[in-house]
């Protein structure tokens, strides 16, 4: 029996690794620091892993922005609109694809399967590949330099990435291929040749409803890297869900295959059951949840393990979490302000790591001699199960009287629009923002002053007041027809909400990575979620009375908070999305009271949370959109109901954003309105349509006629009318002479449109 782990937390305890990306940036440090202190961290994470007796150490899941870019890059697939032209990819163009420059937008950038990462998407052009650079090579090398270790690199695998490539110019599929092929073959030969004796390939993609096709496509890639070429042994690894085409699966040639025992449990062991598992292969089991932060249920996973020694050869299973611990935050000492309720209950991935250790000396030294371990562990979690924070009467009551609550608006969409027209009185193409303005250094000095209390509450929002007037006035002056309060007030979209909702807790330190250098601290959903008085009303009501112009409310969706949250176990997703939605529609309905007549629920997070197979995509909509209308539905027909996304691919996803009836949907099109256009073509959708005409990613300011020209592609599949202009996301990340001048060319793009339009009339 060995313990290893798919992967590690790159971050570091207080973000080490974030303030360091963005010292480069801003160019606080040179580029010979930065990478000295690069490797501190790599080196700082082994440790971690040996301290932990981890028998094989995982090596090559360190990045400086995103795996899959890091591939991209290694294997020259940079688009031409870098001009790129060098044998190497400098840290100048990497992060212009991550980030964009003045001159190139940044790659399409989108969710990492069901998970809150976002990663690069690699873009084919017709490049032809090379192995420019070995990254997980000199990772190894490195590591064997300064440890005695048996050390496993990591790589996501060739199907995996195979399948993300985003086919902008692949006219020739089997040439493509057979060059990535290739790099691959390449570079497995030469971490064989440095002395790896197991080298990991991550396929996710295995885990999703892949075709017959897909999967033939897989194991030709395989059975054409040909390890007899190399000395290593191949380890296969699937996460996020039980792997598909298991018969066929089991028979590629490598050494070892990985499956995930948590989220993919029933179907992977009925699988094992039904066709066996080779005899001359490793079983790498996730037996501990690598995406949540509740400690393991020992006796459970002990008792799984059992039954799995049972199915596979002597010596031939390993142990590990289910998925890299990059998911969860990375360790819990840091966390001071917790219940003890609440702090035992919980695990980090260091703590994850001491799990696996209990769990292998149980299996390995003596079977008995952790059952106080393990009975410690039960009593711990039912002591929490059968808290009063989970046995709130109302909020139960409240689920028990669900069937009596309307979830459809009185009115059809075609009646609501009129009735907001007339009450609005909005120009063509109406022109907002998504809801959040620059978070500046004074932003964030103020609010860190009032959490140490260094300012009283009075001076918090004095401050916070003097931003949102300055903020309606830069509106006013640019002329958007919609406006916004700005959100100076919130940290994160979703924390601010848990933060102001009973059945919530939050950490110090509990950071996980979001895309890039952006990272999150994710509440904790522990108990009943119950709306207690109003959270956005003070400064929405306040904004308001600050123009004549109308000011939307801005509230995060139920499903949003559900999917970035860790959220109970003890209970359905679904019943904390309706707990939720209970919660934010008395919300919704003390902003109608006071006069708010735009309200915008972002849903950003309704996509990702689909299960990863096909067959499960209708039970998980059915609720989520069914949440999502218990909380919007309650409002009067003239009260304009906003939703947003962003990251969403929209090809297969129409009929649930019609479901949700909400009437302005805003969605990013700036990167790819092609696919909008496809998916809209044959598809009928009647409602408000806010398209996403730039970047807010990146710091480059665009051009009128890149706005114009997303508007006017996505006109070819909607009508005039159904159409808003807005950026693609909210504008927290962006600095304000950034965003004033993005904004300044958005209304002139709107204008432009308007006068277009008048003239084609006349």
Not at 370 to 391: D, G, K, P
């Amino acid at each position: 029996m060995k313990s290893t782990v798919i992967g590690y937390p790159y971050i570091g305890p207080n973000r080490e690794w974030k303030k360091t990306i963005e010292a480069f940036w801003s160019k606080e440090i040179s580029e010979q620091q930065f990478e000295v202190q690069m490797k501190e961290y790599r080196l700082a994470n082994i440790q971690v892993q040996l301290d932990a007796k981890i028998d094989i150490v995982t090596v090559g899941d360190f990045t400086y922005y995103d795996r899959m870019l890091d591939l991209a890059a290694m294997f020259g697939i940079i688009p031409a609109r870098y001009k790129w032209n060098s044998d190497l990819v400098s840290l100048e163009t990497y992060y212009a694809m991550a980030r964009g420059n003045q001159s190139a937008p940044a790659s399409e950038m989108t969710k990492w399967f069901n998970t809150n990462y976002h990663y690069i998407v690699p873009e084919y052009e017709g490049q032809t590949l090379k192995l420019l650079d070995n990254k997980p090579l000199r990772y190894y090398l490195e590591a064997k330099e300064n440890f005695n270790a048996e050390l496993k690199p990591t790589i996501i695998g060739p199907g995996t990435f195979y399948f993300l490539t985003k086919e902008v110019a692949m006219l020739n599929k089997p040439s493509y291929l057979l060059q990535l092929i290739n790099v691959y073959s390449q570079l497995l030969s030469e971490l064989s040749a440095a002395g790896a004796k197991w080298i990991q390939l991550e396929e996710p993609i295995l885990s999703t409803s892949l075709s017959k096709e897909d999967m033939k496509i897989i194991s030709e890639i395989y059975e054409q890297l040909n390890p007899d070429n190399y000395s290593s042994n191949l380890l296969l690894q699937t996460y996020f869900e039980s792997a598909e085409w298991y018969e066929e699966l089991i028979k590629l040639p490598v050494a070892g295959i990985g499956l995930d025992f948590v989220h993919g449990l029933e179907e992977n062991i009925s699988n094992i059951k039904k066709f066996g598992f080779p005899n001359d292969k490793v079983l790498a089991a996730g037996i501990i949840n690598g995406r949540d932060i509740w400690i393991t249920p020992l006796q459970q996973s002990f008792k799984l393990l059992i039954e799995l020694e049972s199915l596979v050869s002597p010596n031939h299973l390993w142990i590990q979490p289910s998925c890299s611990l990059m998911h969860v935050p990375v360790s819990l000492t840091a966390e001071t302000k917790l219940t003890k309720e609440l702090y035992e209950n919980l695990a980090f991935a260091n703590e994850k790591l001491q799990e696996l250790a209990i769990l292998k000396n149980a299996l390995t030294n003596n079977r008995d001699a952790n059952q106080e371990a393990f009975e410690q562990n039960r009593l711990t979690r039912e002591l929490l199960n059968s808290s009063s924070v989970r046995q709130q009467e109302e909020v139960l009551k409240n689920i028990k009287r669900l069937s009596e609550i309307q979830i459809t608006r009185q009115s059809a969409y075609a009646i609501r629009k009129d009735r907001q027209q007339r009450l609005l009185q909005l120009p063509d193409f109406p022109t907002t923002t998504i809801g959040s303005f620059p978070q500046t250094a004074e932003v964030k000095r103020n609010r860190s002053q009032h959490k140490k209390g260094q300012i009283d509450k009075e001076q918090h929002d004095n401050f916070i007041k003097n931003e949102i007037k300055k903020w309606i006035a830069y509106q006013e002056e640019l002329e958007l027809d919609v406006l916004v309060h700005g959100e100076f007030e919130r940290t994160d979209m979703v924390e601010y909400f848990g933060e102001k909702l009973v059945g919530f807790a939050f950490t110090e330190k509990a950071w996980v990575v979001s895309y890039g250098s952006r990272c999150v601290k994710p509440p904790i959903i522990y108990g009943d979620v119950r709306w207690e008085k109003p959270m956005t009303l003070d400064e929405t009501v306040y904004a308001q009375s600050l123009t004549t112009k109308p000011v939307k409310g801005m509230l995060t969706g139920p499903i949003t908070i559900l999917n970035w949250s860790f959220v109970r176990d003890d209970v359905p997703r679904s019943i904390v999305a309706q707990q939720i939605a209970l919660a934010l529609r008395k919300e919704i309905e003390a902003l109608e009271t006071a006069g708010i007549r735009i309200i915008q629920v972002d849903e950003p997070a309704l996509r990702e949370g689909l299960p990863l197979k096909a067959s499960k995509h209708d039970a998980y909509l059915d609720w989520s959109i069914d949440a999502f209308k218990l909380a919007t539905s309650g409002v009067e027909d003239e009260t304009q109901i906003h939703t947003h996304m962003c990251y969403c691919e929209f090809n297969d996803f129409i009929e649930p954003i019609r479901a949700l009836d909400a009437d302005v949907i805003s969605i990013e099109t700036s990167k790819s309105h092609g696919e909008i256009i496809e998916a809209f073509k044959n598809a009928t959708y009647t409602n408000s349509i806010g398209l996403g005409v730039y970047d807010i990613h990146s710091p480059r300011v665009p051009e009128i006629d890149e706005m114009v020209a997303v508007v006017n592609d996505s006109l070819e599949v909607l009508l005039p009318e159904q159409c808003w202009i807005n950026p693609d996301c909210g504008l927290k990340t962006r600095k304000t002479d950034e965003t004033l001048a993005a904004l300044e060319i958005m209304v002139n793009t709107a204008k432009l449109l308007r006068k277009r339009s008048v003239q084609s009339v006349n």
